[in-house]
């Protein structure tokens, strides 16, 4: 089992260019989440899912957007970046939600200069 | 809002030094409290799951314990390979979890 795959792993953007990062997990499972991780800082929620075609928002998703229209599929779209998106992207998936643990994919580090 | 506070924020110790982290939350509901593993460049990797005041659980030099307002991160004898930054979590409904800033242990042999 692959568990959480998030691509690309690095990438650089330009000040109002939009990308979509990718995320995919082979665990059958129905939560998935997106959440950001800045420098000496924990993880901040942007959006979460519990399932295909529900999305819901987290606590910082102004400017992204996300999808689910499969189970195993939950990508990221930012809009018009800004600086202030530069930030690590951590992808993650649970069973349910009772009291399951996450299960995290390696991160993307996005730099927006 | 829910609240969590981890301290230290960075914790140093010699090889075979004991010591605790702690994680102090704040929230209505408590459905789990999480620790979670992270070393550079990686994602966070699952420890532990603690579910109510009392409860404790091991695994290998680490031991978990949790209370009605905080939980501990025991961390017996540790290793250079002990070195990352660990991560608590709270989780209160729909599978959301609210996480603290993390403690950054570094283990000198």
């Known amino acids: 089992n692959a568990g959480v795959t998030q691509t690309p792993k690095f990438r650089i953007l330009k000040i109002g260019q939009s990308m979509t990062l990718q995320c995919t997990q082979d665990m059958n499972h129905n939560y998935m989440y997106w959440y950001r991780q800045d420098p000496g800082m924990g993880l901040k929620l942007i959006y979460y899912?519990?399932?295909?075609?529900?999305?819901d928002k987290g606590e910082v998703p102004n400017g992204y957007n996300v999808s689910r229209s499969t189970t195993e599929d939950f990508p990221l779209r930012l809009e018009l970046a800004a600086p202030s998106q530069t930030s690590v992207y951590f992808c993650a998936s649970s069973a349910g939600a009772g009291s399951s643990p996450l299960h995290f994919g390696n991160g993307t580090r996005l730099t927006v200069t | 809002e829910d609240q969590v506070t981890q301290s230290p924020e960075a914790l140093r110790l010699q090889e075979g030094e004991s010591s605790s982290l702690n994680c102090s939350y704040t929230?209505?509901?408590?459905?789990?409290l999480f620790w979670y593993r992270q070393d550079p460049g990686k994602g966070p990797e699952f420890l532990f799951t603690l579910y109510s005041a009392g409860e404790e659980k091991e695994k290998e030099r680490l031991k978990a314990t949790l209370t009605k307002k905080e939980s501990f991160l025991h961390i017996t004898a540790p290793k250079p390979e002990d070195s990352a930054t660990y991560l608590c979590a709270v989780q209160v409904n729909a599978g959301k979890s609210t996480f603290g800033d993390g403690t950054t242990l570094t283990v000198k042999p």
């Open positions: 899912s519990v399932g295909a075609g529900i999305t």
């Open positions: 929230v209505s509901g408590l459905r789990g």
